[in-house]
């Protein structure tokens, strides 16, 4: 073999050659791709754990599809939890003891969930980003009710970028964040649309507004950027004032999801440090190692917090940690 190809002229060796040193890299970074895949999958899943004594934490639901990705969860007044995928637009209903039923025709209509919220007579609002690619821009509202079924229902006149989280208040208007414009803005119950509030630091293009929660006639804004929760009324968002700031040195949480209960006692969900408490101006994690926990809900002493493990969802080496699964976390007496 090697006698033949030095009888070659030197074209056709220089060809040859580069044909074998090139296979000899490809390999080379074959495997080095493998087993850097074989790396970050080593791993055993992970479940969330108490960091607190007397607070108890432990799976509530498995969810039924390997893409899930459950980005949103909220808990309607009657109980029932409704949570959904980012990746493929399904949403869930599940019943306190945890019976999973499917929405019809959520997975064909819906394209990528990542807000959720419920009014007082239990209609469902479904904020749908269309499409889950982060670099995809747009979104829309949907209700759902048990007598109607799913409608598609406003949202369009926003021209929203990236919507993120969404909130009903007590006279039926729809507030959305959208990072994208970094703003909030609110949808009337006639469907029509209006840019609300803006986060007030000076420099505007590094605030990332995220989660919301209404209660009691305020909204509750968090900034994932800032790690910054702020508060206003909502019909005045001018008298805004930032309840906290995250003051650890080298800390960087991630606030996402928010709920506020009738105590005043906040409860949000960050993507990095598990689900966290702030109560009287101080701030303590109350349960970690979540798969992401990117929203959650309160409902009695229970929250219910998602497993989104969104990581995955961007990096092609990645595997998420199946099954995917809303936790439940008993705060006790």
């Known amino acids: ?89 399904v949403v869930w209903q599940v019943s306190p003891a945890g019976d999973v039923i499917e929405l019809p025709d959520t997975r064909e209509k819906i394209g990528s969930v990542t807000g959720l919220t419920t009014d007082a007579a239990g209609t469902l609002y479904i904020l749908d980003r269309l499409d889950p690619n982060p670099n995809a821009a747009g979104g829309v509202i949907w209700k759902w009710t048990a007598e109607d079924g799913l409608a598609a229902w406003g949202g369009e006149s926003a021209e929203f970028i990236a919507p993120n989280d969404i909130a009903v208040d007590d006279a039926g208007n729809v507030y959305v964040t959208d990072f994208g414009k970094r703003e909030v803005w609110q949808v009337q119950p006639d469907g029509g649309a209006s840019l609300w509030w803006m986060p007030p630091d000076a420099d505007i293009s590094v605030v990332r507004p995220t989660g919301l929660d209404y209660h009691a006639g305020m909204l509750y804004v968090t900034d994932s950027a800032l790690d910054t929760i702020y508060r206003f009324p909502v019909d005045n968002p001018a008298q805004t004032e930032q309840l906290y700031r995250h003051h650890f040195p080298g800390e960087t949480p991630g606030y996402d999801g928010i709920v506020v209960a009738d105590d005043g006692v906040i409860y949000i969900a960050t993507l990095e440090s598990g689900v966290m408490r702030i109560s009287e101006g101080n701030i303590q994690v109350i349960a970690r190692n979540f798969r992401g926990s990117s929203d959650l809900d309160l409902y009695g002493n229970l929250i219910y917090v998602t497993n989104f493990d969104s990581r995955s969802l961007y990096d092609v080496f990645l595997d998420p940690q199946l099954p995917f699964a809303l936790d439940v976390i008993d705060l006790g007496n």
């Open 1 to 89: 073999m090697i006698k033949r190809i030095q009888l070659l002229n030197r074209g056709q060796r220089a060809v040859i050659f580069f044909l074998i040193f090139g296979g000899v890299m490809m390999g080379l970074i074959a495997l080095t791709i493998l087993l850097y895949s074989l790396t970050l999958n080593s791993g055993s899943r992970t479940n969330a754990v108490s960091a607190l004594e007397g607070i108890t934490v432990s799976e509530f639901v498995q969810l039924p599809d390997d893409d899930a990705y459950p980005a949103a969860v909220t808990v309607a007044p009657d109980g029932m939890i409704y949570t959904a995928s980012y990746h493929s637009g």
